[in-house]
């Protein structure tokens, strides 16, 4: 699923917070549509994001050989 831009925002929030020192490495994001974790062990490191996902699009794909 697409990330929305609340999502993003929030993401990018929460690293900008966790870069600067003014929150700890693991921090939770509320959001209208859940909670999102973030989580960076260190500058050096991914950052992980978790959450919420739900289905956007159902479909069939026919692949002719």
């Known amino acids: ?5 609340l ?3 929030g993401f990018a929030s929460a690293v900008a917070a966790i870069y600067h020192g ?3 490495r693991k921090v939770n994001v509320h959001l209208p549509g859940g ?6 062990k260190d500058n050096t490191s991914p950052v992980l994001m978790t ?3 739900t289905e ?6 026919k692949i002719e050989r």
């Not at 909670?35 to 960076?40: E, K, P, Y």
């Not at 956007?56 to 794909?61: A, D, L, P, S, T």
């Open 56 to 61: 956007v699009f159902r479909g069939e794909v």
């Open 35 to 40: 909670d999102l974790l973030i989580q960076w």
């Open 7 to 9: 999502e993003i925002r």
């Open 22 to 24: 003014l929150t700890e």
């Open 1 to 5: 699923r697409r990330s929305s831009d």
């Open 51 to 53: 959450g919420p996902a």
